[in-house]
């Protein structure tokens, strides 16, 4: 009897969906994405406190900020972005080719950079090629927001996704957050080291 009901009642819940669907297809789709990101689960409080310890314990490290936003993380920061011309970067290398030795910074964050490249399995790569033995990374990228070029915005990445080009380093913590708790706008990100 119970087996009956749960079927009845999930083919009445399937029936109303593909209805809405048709008749309010952005109710449907937003509904989708809510329901896709509960799966994905809301890492946001664990990526944020991930992110403060690293900024806070990199105080006698040489660090790497690809892309700044607004600020520097802390001023001994070497900041790189190739077409923000602000007064925040240091350097204007492509990501694919930083004019830096092997094993250079013990901290590598790149936030919001890796949807804009052509090829950030390279981009990484060359991330990998700068980062010393042991050193820490921090990867974030868009899963669900507009199209924003500048100049070119070219990948969205999921969570099993961004552990595939990361896949050179030792994962520390990855995961999906929503941003301002929404469901709609969201993205990944992936904490790693690299190892020996």
């Not at 820490?136 to 961004?162: A, C, K």
Request: net charge negative; glycine share 4%.
């Amino acid at each position: 009897m119970w087996l009956l009901l749960k079927k009845i009642r999930r083919r009445l819940y399937s029936e109303i969906w593909t209805t809405i669907r048709y008749i309010m297809p952005l109710a449907y789709y937003i509904h989708s994405y809510c329901k896709a990101s509960r799966l994905m689960g809301d890492h946001e409080s664990e990526r944020v406190r991930l992110f403060e310890e690293l900024v806070e314990n990199s105080a006698n490290k040489t660090c790497l900020q690809i892309g700044v936003r607004h600020k520097k993380h802390s001023p001994h920061w070497i900041s790189v972005d190739l077409f923000d011309m602000s007064e925040y970067i240091d350097y204007h290398y492509d990501i694919h080719d930083l004019k830096f030795s092997n094993d250079t910074f013990d901290i590598i964050v790149c936030n919001a950079i890796l949807e804009h490249v052509e090829n950030p399995e390279g981009a990484v790569r060359e991330l990998h090629r700068v980062l010393k033995n042991e050193g820490s990374i921090w990867i974030e990228i868009p899963f669900n927001q507009p199209y924003h070029p500048s100049p070119n915005d070219y990948w969205r990445v999921s969570p099993v996704g961004i552990k595939i080009w990361m896949r050179e380093f030792v994962e520390i913590s990855s995961g999906h957050f929503e941003i301002d708790g929404s469901s709609i706008y969201n993205g990944v990100y992936y904490y790693g080291r690299k190892s020996k």
